[in-house]
């Protein structure tokens, strides 16, 4: 294997600036008769893992032309295969950002989990996400001291880098007295070439979606790409991959405003590229590599690998003399277990039999869209020792009180009580108000997110009534039970509306009262005795700043958040859905149960809302009988 080097230094001693800015001289001028040694370089990569440490269960895939269900992904096993790569010659190993939220494993550990496996990678250099600010600048500088503890492997020296974001100093990125933690680019030797990785952070995202410090400076992401790059060039480095959290459209429009860039490895968008319809996945955004030309017409060479460390790439980079891309190639590739179910006669999932599964295994060898990977050893039971079996006794744990018993509705009016052995719950669904779980969640739920509006929850989302008492992390989990995260959607005033008529409608034919929608920030008037379109009147918002009540404004443009299952249309959220299915959403990869555990820990006690605060103000049930109010 070629010896690979990390330069940890942005700027080289004077006279090699010099004769590094003589050599780009004599280039600019037009002279082709500079040669540099011809290299390859082999980039595995993964992206947008979002704390999904543990392999996903049961996902059916298209093997050898037949319906299979397996275990997807894994952080042991995506370690397993980076460790079978160890003698590829030349080899970079970065990640392109949002490594953090989305899982129990951050919500309970902020990162130290997510740290500890990735430094059983070791990778050459991260790149952090819009996500990695979730929670501010100082868990960021958390997170990142994590990943430079020895004690959690962090002695192989993962850089940082992030071209675009200037820290104030003084505050947790950019200590005073202290070290930098985000470099705009860093230089690794391959081969006696030096080869340059800057990195970017999609900046808008950021700043509106997380929660950067305001004295942290996201700058124009082209800008400062060209910027590092030209600061590369003028050390003499001809070989320029751009480590991006932009996006796959992004990655694609920003190739062509740069010189010299060479290979983006981008996260953000959680695109799958390569094709994947031979195993059952249509999810491919493009091409693997996808190929596009930079400002100075020279090739570009584009990969990203998907989310949830299901899949990883492997791009294959080859320069010639003139250190411009001549070709390259490669593969991303689903990661997955040895244990294969398939159905039986009756329907019913069976574990396949060895000789079938051996003769799989065997047929699987040749697929490039897939390799099956044991899980490293080590990793796994890292992973279970100081991580996994601690979850269990973190749900133990208190995180508040309820001072009154939260009832649980579905529909108002409904005619089964559903929290009826709860103490003070006893004719919750003879009244108007509906559940208080859900108005709570609700409430949660805005609170989560920064730009929101408004919030909806469906009825069917919140499973048991809380009672008058304390609560613990359980709890929540028993009240929030899915694996949900929160979406922030931009809707107009008239498709808000019409998206809580499907809510409602969406029970006429059916004995599921689960989609009844429930709001925060949002109130209105119910007559279930009307046809659908004609329902829902004097729906108005309230302000988030003065608290104020108004009525909807059908044009304006508005700001929902709510879960991922409502948000894709499920539970006949047909308007959610057809937004969300042309992307117009932006997923906020906060755990939905975390928000409501964050909200019950910030407020101590958790109580009814103020009447006037509740979804439903007053309620008509479809037999034209007006609901009490209280």
Not at 85 to 98: C, E, F, I, Q, V
Not at 171 to 199: C, E, M, Q, S
Request: aromatic share 8%; proline share 3%; net charge neutral.
């Amino acid at each position: 294997m070629s010896r690979i080097d990390l330069d940890f230094t942005p700027l080289r001693p004077a006279a090699m600036a010099a004769l590094a800015a003589l050599t780009f001289g004599l280039a600019a001028c037009g002279s082709d008769d500079i040669s540099y040694k011809a290299i390859d370089i082999n980039i595995a990569h993964i992206n947008d893992h979002h704390s999904q440490l543990d392999p996903i269960a049961a996902q059916t895939l298209k093997l050898d032309g037949v319906d299979t269900q397996v275990d997807l992904g894994g952080f042991a096993r995506q370690t397993a295969v980076f460790k079978s790569l160890a003698s590829t010659p030349n080899l970079l190993k970065l990640h392109a950002g949002d490594a953090n939220t989305g899982t129990l494993y951050y919500t309970f550990f902020k990162g130290e989990a997510d740290a500890k496996l990735m430094n059983s990678i070791c990778f050459d250099a991260f790149v952090p996400g819009n996500h990695e600010f979730d929670d501010g600048d100082a868990q960021l500088k958390t997170f990142l001291d994590a990943l430079a503890n020895p004690a959690l492997g962090g002695a192989c020296g993962t850089q940082t880098v992030a071209a675009n974001i200037l820290p104030k100093a003084g505050t947790a990125l950019a200590p005073a007295g202290g070290k930098a933690y985000l470099k705009p680019y860093v230089i690794k030797k391959i081969d006696g070439v030096d080869v340059g990785i800057v990195g970017l952070t999609v900046s808008a995202k950021t700043v509106n979606s997380s929660r950067p410090l305001s004295t942290t400076e996201f700058k124009d992401e082209a800008s400062s790409a060209q910027q590092a790059i030209d600061e590369l060039r003028g050390q003499g480095v001809r070989h320029i991959v751009l480590l991006s959290h932009l996006g796959y459209e992004a990655d694609k429009k920003i190739a062509p405003q740069l010189t010299d860039v060479d290979v983006i490895i981008g996260g953000d968008s959680h695109s799958l590229l390569g094709y994947f319809s031979a195993v059952g996945v249509s999810a491919s955004s493009g091409s693997y590599p996808t190929l596009v030309k930079n400002k100075s017409g020279d090739t570009v060479c584009i990969g990203q690998a998907w989310e949830y460390a299901k899949a990883y790439g492997l791009m294959n980079v080859k320069f010639d003399d003139q250190a411009r891309v001549q070709s390259c190639g490669g593969q991303a590739r689903l990661v997955i277990g040895d244990s294969f179910k398939r159905k039986d006669g009756a329907g019913a999932w069976q574990t396949l039999a060895d000789a079938d599964k051996q003769a799989l295994l065997t047929k699987l060898a040749s697929v490039p869209q897939v390799q099956v990977v044991t899980p490293d050893a080590a990793t796994a039971a890292a992973l279970k020792t100081d991580y996994s079996d601690k979850v269990a006794a973190q749900k133990a744990i208190k995180i508040g009180a309820a001072s009154e018993a939260l009832c649980l509705v579905r529909m108002p009016g409904e005619s089964t009580n559903r929290s009826g052995s709860t103490a003070g719950c006893e004719t919750a669904n003879t009244l108007a108000r509906g559940s208080d779980a859900a108005q709570v969640v609700a409430e949660a739920f805005l609170n989560a997110s920064k730009r929101a509006d408004f919030a909806l929850q469906n009825a069917g989302g919140v499973r048991i009534a809380i009672p008058a008492g304390d609560l613990s992390m359980d709890t929540a989990f028993t009240v929030l039970p899915f694996t949900n995260v929160l979406v922030e959607m931009s809707l107009t005033g008239e498709q808000i509306v019409a998206a809580l008529e499907d809510g409602v409608a969406n029970y006429d034919a059916s004995s599921s009262t689960g989609s009844h929608p429930y709001a925060a920030g949002l109130r209105w008037d119910l007559d279930l005795s009307k046809a659908k379109g004609q329902r829902f009147g004097n729906v108005q918002v309230r302000n988030k700043t003065t608290g104020a009540w108004s009525a909807i404004d059908k044009s304006k443009t508005y700001v929902l958040v709510t879960n991922d299952f409502v948000a894709a249309g499920g539970d006949g959220y047909a308007t959610l859905g057809t937004q969300y299915k042309a992307g117009n959403y932006v997923n906020t990869y906060l755990l939905y149960t975390q928000s409501f555990v964050d909200y019950v820990k910030a407020k101590g006690s958790i109580a009814r809302p103020a009447r006037a605060d509740y979804s439903h103000q007053k309620v008509i049930s479809k037999a034209g009988v007006t609901l009490a109010a209280n």
